[in-house]
């Protein structure tokens, strides 16, 4: 699409407005003679705005005269008109053809690297890698080899399982996934204790390998030997290092707390906004369009304007900030609603802590309404392996 808009701002384009009451026989005879016409829009029943390119406009003449519709030009766009408007004026012409070719020059070059996926390597130390490989900000997009930065960071990261490079505009997109280490992943020649990953109320103990130090109706915190990988040898004194395994069931506590006020303030627009313009090259940006925000209580909002309205992503950007006026209410809400809405968000968020393998056993709900506060406190009970390995020392 971005294709497109830009080959027809090159060639040229006008936006016109047809009238009469033969509009559809307009259109298609349009067709037949493969006269190409978008963005068709109907403003009423006698009336159409379109776009068409300078020979397209040219060529509906014939069309025209024939269906007895009258065609007008809303506006002339795209790079020639352009240029004819600016034949005149020197010093503009020459300008503008200088930011032009600053603007093709900026676009192609790499002017950020977006990583993401990576949760155990940090985004600096990364960057500083591919920094001495030459791959940095200010880069030369045809420069870039995507397979090799692939290769490098699989290569020199062990725990990355899978690394995609990708180029979207002037931003260099790298996509990450690190191996998760599962207690399975610890060499079974190493001597390890299996531990509580959290605390609970033991229900089952599978011992493969190891000793068992707890039994049903046990409580255990967090960290605590549940089988151990040091057996002692009968008749003396001595003892041995195993690689414990096995499972540890226990009933664990999940709680989640949330507060909601009856009475709550709530901020309306009132339709006024203030705008604001500014030029972003980089990190730096420059106002050019000031004054003090007229409104007391406001929200903001940004948008970025597509420079000629192509879909390249240029280190220059135009920002329109949006300073929209809002007026300050008081509602009261229905405490039966607030409650309920409390107890699906509590559950939500619950869900995400939960185990997908774990068996919910019981739900505690509980409410309580003080000074203007609807408090609700949800607690699920569970069971789940909590067994964690930890290697001996």
Not at 99 to 126: A, C, P, T
Not at 201 to 220: H, L, S, Y
Not at 338 to 343: A, G, P, R
């Amino acid at each position: 699409m971005g294709v497109v808009k830009a080959w027809n701002f090159f060639k040229g384009y006008v936006i016109i407005k047809v009238k009469g009451l033969t509009l559809e026989r307009f259109l298609n005879l349009a067709a037949t003679n493969d006269i190409y016409l978008w963005d068709i829009r109907r403003i009423d029943y006698t009336e159409l705005e379109m776009k068409a390119t300078i020979e397209g406009f040219r060529a509906l003449k014939e069309i025209v005269n024939k269906v007895g519709c009258r065609v007008e030009i809303v506006e002339k766009k795209g790079l020639p008109f352009l240029l004819y408007r600016i034949k005149n004026r020197k010093a503009l012409g020459i300008g503008f053809i200088l930011f032009f070719i600053i603007i093709i020059f900026l676009s192609s070059i790499i002017w950020d690297i977006d990583i993401v996926g990576n949760e155990k390597v940090k985004n600096e130390d990364i960057l500083k890698f591919l920094e001495t490989e030459g791959i940095k900000s200010g880069i030369i997009k045809y420069k870039v080899d995507k397979d090799y930065i692939e290769y490098l960071l699989l290569n020199k990261f062990e725990n990355f399982s899978f690394v995609s490079v990708e180029i979207k505009g002037t931003k260099l997109i790298i996509e990450l996934k690190e191996i998760e280490l599962l207690n399975e992943e610890i060499d079974e020649n190493t001597p390890s204790h299996i531990i509580a990953a959290k605390k609970g109320v033991i229900e089952k103990v599978i011992a493969r390998n190891g000793k068992a130090v707890v039994r049903k109706g046990d409580i255990v915190e967090k960290d605590d030997i549940l089988i151990s990988g040091i057996i002692s040898n009968e008749g003396s004194e001595g003892f041995m290092l195993v690689h414990a395994d096995g499972e540890v069931w226990a009933k664990t506590l999940y709680s989640y707390k949330i507060e909601e006020p009856i009475i709550k303030t709530v901020k309306e627009e009132t339709g006024r906004i203030f705008e604001r313009k500014e030029i972003k090259i980089g990190d730096r940006g420059i106002q050019f369009i000031k004054g003090d925000i007229p409104f007391d209580d406001y929200v903001e909002s940004t948008e970025e304007v597509n420079i000629l309205n192509l879909n390249i992503n240029f280190p220059i950007k135009i920002l329109v900030h949006k300073y929209k006026e809002v007026e300050t209410k008081e509602i009261e809400q229905d405490v039966d609603l607030v409650k309920e809405k409390n107890h699906i968000k509590a559950v939500e968020e619950l869900n995400k802590q939960i185990p997908q393998k774990a068996d919910i056993i019981s739900k505690d709900v509980k409410h309580f309404v003080k000074d203007n506060i609807v408090t609700t406190y949800v607690a699920i009970e569970v069971i789940e392996d909590i067994s964690k390995k930890r290697p001996i020392n």
